[in-house]
């Protein structure tokens, strides 16, 4: 039992109404995704500048914590006191190790 709807075909003048609506429906859209602030995104995180200053951190610590609280650098305010905290406690090992060891 094959039941066979009959569709009545669009006009041309019809579709390309649709098509107009469609192309301004994506235009809106194009420039609210614009004007939508950016979400940060995870490889911000990893630039050239940063991925350096993450190895003078471990290396050198003392030029590592300048590099994070220059006034060029991207860190935000918190990541910049947890780095810092971070800095103080590597200083802290080493100074033990030497001390001590």
Do not use: C, H
């Not at 200053?53 to 918190?78: D, H, M, N």
């Amino acid at each position: 039992m094959s039941s066979k709807v009959g569709r009545k075909k669009k006009s041309s003048a019809e579709k390309s109404e649709q098509r107009s609506e469609l192309k301004e429906r994506n235009q809106k859209l194009k420039e609210e995704l614009a004007a939508a602030p950016r979400q940060p995104n995870v490889l911000d995180k990893l630039s050239k500048w940063r991925v350096a200053t993450y190895a003078w951190i471990i290396f050198l610590p003392p030029y590592g914590l300048y590099r994070v609280w220059s006034e060029e650098s991207t860190f935000t305010s918190p990541e910049k006191v947890v780095w810092t905290f971070m800095i103080i406690a590597i200083m802290l090992r080493f100074l033990w190790s030497i001390l001590f060891a």
